[in-house]
Nanobody
């Protein structure tokens, strides 16, 4: 139900936009997030966008360089990555699920276990 695209090779300092299209029942009012997993590392949350009001939250590694957005008409979310660094090399995954409660959001949105729907991943090499 989640299909990513847009990965590829890019030079350091360059930009790349990833897309993730979801089926309607998954897209809904859920939280949709981008994760990444580099060689020998754990999968980490990069950014999340809330379904109802499009509020966004970013990991420190993404702040100021990455932008998550969504197009409700297309059931698609995007991750625009600017000023890419070698450390950004990873497989990027799209994930979706019901948003955590407000009380728990700050400590759960970036956890792999908070999402039940996953895409197959798209590789970004810097």
């Amino acid at each position: 139900p989640l299909v990513e695209s847009g990965g590829g090779s890019v030079q350091a300092g360059g930009s790349r936009r990833l897309s993730c299209t979801a089926s309607g029942d998954v897209y809904g009012n859920n939280c949709m997030a981008w994760f990444r997993q580099g060689p020998g590392t754990v999968r980490e949350g990069v950014a999340v966008i809330e379904g109802a009001d499009h509020t966004t939250t970013y990991a420190n590694s993404a702040k100021g360089r990455f932008t998550i957005s969504k197009d409700d008409a297309k059931h698609t979310i995007y991750l625009l990555m600017n000023n890419l660094k070698e450390d950004d090399t990873a497989t990027y995954y799209c994930a979706a699920d019901v948003c955590p409660s407000a009380a728990k959001f700050g400590t759960t949105w970036y956890r792999r276990t908070s999402y039940g729907y996953w895409g197959q991943g798209t590789q970004v090499t810097v």
